[in-house]
T-cell receptor, first 114, second 112 residues
Framework: KAGVTQTPRYLIKTRGQQVTLSCSPISGHRSVSWYQQTPGQGLQFLFEYFSETQRNKGNFPGRFSGRQFSNSRSEMNVSTLELGDSALYLC?????????????FGPGTRLTVL | AQSVTQLDSQVPVFEEAPVELRCNYSSSVSVYLFWYVQYPNQGLQLLLKYLSGSTLVKGINGFEAEFNKSQTSFHLRKPSVHISDTAEYFCAGGGSQGNLIFGKGTKLSVKP
């Protein structure tokens, strides 16, 4: 089975722009979660989607949003980018929702905001 | 507050020596515990998990961890490390939202 794929792998944007990141989960997985990884804050939960519905959301401003399509692929969008949004964004998929499920991570998208 | 604490940010060790990476979780974290490894420029890979049952959990690459409810700990161990074990290791627990709550990570550096 192919693993979780994320595109693009690297992205450079300037402040005020918006960005869309894409995640394709493992075939058959219905849950997709997004995490932000920074040196200072570590790994922080952004949101989880399950069967096209946002199931949970972390403590991030409304500039961060996402969606999931019927084929379980997910996108996250960040509007009005700030310097502090520079981070590695990781997507993880699992067969079902719930913390007891093993999450399979993609390689991440490294976003740099100038 | 829900939290997972990794007590050491960096652990240097010589090749073939034993290693222990320490992890404590707050009592409000659900007892689904995981250790992940991250190699440079890669995502996270699951090493092992504890959901219930035996408190000693064996994982991939010779790693094991012991769940200790009374001490709210889930330390990761390996009896003999290799250069290839150099990576960052993350302990995680289940959050109330069904998400994972991660520790800040421990960078393991294995020296020849």
């Amino acid at each position: 089975k192919a693993g979780v794929t994320q595109t693009p792998r690297y992205l450079i944007k300037t402040r005020g722009q918006q960005v869309t990141l894409s995640c394709s989960p493992i075939s058959g997985h219905r849950s997709v979660s997004w995490y932000q990884q920074t040196p200072g804050q570590g790994l922080q939960f952004l949101f989880e989607y399950f069967s096209e519905t946002q199931r949970n959301k972390g403590n991030f401003p409304g500039r961060f949003s996402g969606r999931q399509f019927s084929n379980s692929r997910s996108e996250m969008n960040v509007s009005t980018l700030e310097l502090g949004d520079s981070a590695l964004y990781l997507c993880a998929s699992s067969p079902n929702a719930g913390a007891y499920n093993e999450q399979f991570f993609g390689p991440g998208t490294r976003l740099t905001v100038l | 507050a829900q939290s997972v604490t990794q007590l050491d940010s960096q652990v240097p060790v010589f090749e073939e020596a034993p290693v222990e990476l320490r992890c404590n979780y707050s009592s409000s974290v659900s007892v689904y515990l995981f250790w992940y490894v991250q190699y440079p420029n890669q995502g996270l890979q699951l090493l092992l998990k504890y959901l219930s049952g035996s408190t000693l959990v064996k994982g991939i690459n010779g790693f094991e961890a012991e769940f200790n409810k009374s001490q709210t700990s889930f330390h990761l161990r390996k009896p003999s490390v290799h250069i290839s074990d150099t990576a960052e290791y993350f302990c995680a627990g289940g959050g109330s939202q069904g998400n994972l709550i991660f520790g800040k990570g421990t960078k393991l550096s294995v020296k020849p």
